[in-house]
């Protein structure tokens, strides 16, 4: 059974990762973003180029196509959100808690801060820890499966070539290829670690990470740590009673909310490139290199890719697109993907945390009574 609900409480640690998701936090990224921005404009933007584009109802169909493309893969996040907490979750709720997410996402250096930031809100929202670690773990496996059999299946059926132009696993292996290997094999271990921990050997991953617990390193997380290894069997018995209807809802919502994400991209590439006449296959490889682009971004140094990202695009579509249309087209797809996380964060996350207050304030206020 799921545990009891529990009254919002913050320790040290999550007053920690809470001041983490500030607003304040935005200032680095935009920051970061802006001066890779202003580079590419000063050293390589060509805006005698620029004044040939034709700002007509094409470049503004396909545009407004991305932005309602990505639209909807919010709306997908919020309705598998939904699914998970067994409908818990309010269509509002759902959709301001993915706001909140994404948001962490954009202000942290790889998205391994963002499956913290989860645990953490989900908690404060009062569900049971239990059914929040299953919420955040089932979300990992998912997404994740994505990524690790896609892939390759790509590279076999298409070859290298699919990720990035020129590349092959002998001569243009490079930076870039190494870095979309390396996070391919990082995906790859921990999907797997948590999928044979949620479905086969719960037992076996709650004594892992309890062994994680004994270790110095991970500090004053160790309680959390040795918390969510508790949480564990009661998490695999709750996911392993759903039903094949529940899991293929699940897998088809995170299937098209990927699509949609990169498809995005490839609306944009469209719009500033009216030129590109792409067939199925090289709608296939776009998405692809859409793909290879985020596993890239998301695991930078950098605050949610920021820099990094308008930097390396048009290295991923330099077969498709001219230098200028990319670069621009890099510009947009950040401003319709990226920035209005970061700027609508700062409306909703102090309403966010202005509700937790009052709602703890009044749990310890009925208490007392």
Not at 166 to 188: A, N
Not at 303 to 310: K, R, Y
Not at 331 to 338: A, G, S
């Amino acid at each position: 059974m799921i545990e009891s609900k529990r009254p919002i409480e913050f320790t040290d640690d999550q007053q920690k990762l809470l001041d983490s998701i500030s607003p304040t936090r935005i200032i680095l990224p935009i920051l970061i973003g802006l001066a890779v921005i202003a580079f590419i404009i000063k050293g390589q933007l060509d805006f005698d180029e620029i004044h040939y584009i034709n700002w007509d109802v094409h470049v503004l169909f396909w545009i407004g196509v991305a932005i309602v493309v990505y639209i909807i893969r919010h709306l997908l996040i919020a309705w598998r959100l939904r699914l998970l907490s067994e409908y818990e979750f309010s269509w509002k709720k759902s959709i301001e808690l993915v706001f909140i997410l994404e948001f962490a996402s954009a202000v942290s250096p790889t998205n391994f801060g963002g499956s913290a930031v989860a645990f953490f809100m989900l908690i404060q929202e009062t569900i049971s820890g239990a059914r929040a670690t299953a919420i955040v773990v089932y979300t990992i496996v998912a997404d994740t499966i994505i990524f690790v059999i896609t892939i390759p299946v790509l590279a076999l059926l298409i070859g290298m070539n699919a990720f990035r132009p020129e590349l092959d696993l002998t001569s243009h292996f490079d930076g870039l290829g190494t870095t979309l290997l390396i996070v391919w094999v990082i995906m790859t271990i921990y999907g797997l670690l948590f999928l044979y921990g949620l479905f086969i050997k719960p037992k076996h991953l709650k004594r892992l990470l309890n062994v994680f617990a004994s270790w110095k390193i991970f500090g004053k997380s160790r309680e959390r740590i040795r918390k969510a290894a508790a949480d564990i069997e009661i998490t695999a018995l709750s996911i392993s009673e759903k039903s094949w209807s529940f899991h293929g809802h699940a897998a088809w919502m995170t299937f098209a909310q990927w699509i949609c994400r990169f498809f995005s991209i490839t609306a944009i590439l469209i719009a500033f490139s009216p030129e590109l006449q792409a067939d199925i296959m090289d709608h296939i490889i776009l998405l692809s290199r859409g793909e290879a682009l985020y596993a890239v971004t998301a695991y930078s140094p950098t605050p949610g890719g920021s820099g990094v990202a308008e930097l390396i695009f048009s290295r991923f579509y330099s077969d498709y697109i001219d230098q200028n249309a990319a670069l621009l087209g890099a510009i947009f797809w950040r401003v319709i993907t990226y920035y209005p996380y970061l700027f609508l964060g700062i409306i909703i996350i102090p309403n966010w945390i202005r509700t937790l207050i009052n709602r703890r304030r009044l749990l310890k206020t009925s208490s007392q009574m």
